[in-house]
Nanobody, 118 residues
């Protein structure tokens, strides 16, 4: 399974970005079997969960620091997960990683840099 992220960049505080993660070379059904998630890692800090979304039912879970500002979604027909980030803050600056869990396996994307600065 290959995960490719896009959409990162430099944005001013209060701005928005949308990250995308396309899964390819998938095994099993993306729609039913893949739990998709976004993690982030800031310099000098541990990697932390930003949000995740299940396959069937599309249930979501968010880290406390992003609740009400970020929205995770998925388009199963395109094997893609998204992270809409609004009201960005300098503290959101990090490398954002796409993550997929399927059966007993876990996969990571290469990461995309998000920088929030004026």
């Amino acid at each position: 399974v290959q995960l490719v992220e896009s959409g990162g960049g430099l944005v001013q505080p209060g701005g928005s970005l949308r990250l995308s993660c396309v899964a390819s070379r998938t095994i099993f059904s993306f729609e039913t079997d893949y739990l998709m998630a976004w993690y982030r890692q800031a310099p000098g800090k541990q990697r932390e969960l930003v949000a995740d979304i299940s396959g069937i039912g599309g249930g979501t879970n968010y880290g406390d620091s992003v609740k009400g500002r970020f929205t995770i979604s998925r388009d199963n027909a395109k094997n893609t997960a998204y992270l809409q980030m609004n009201r960005l803050e300098p503290e959101d600056t990090a490398i954002y990683y796409c993550n997929a869990k399927v059966a007993t396996r876990e996969y990571w994307g290469q990461g995309t840099q998000v920088t929030v600065s004026s």
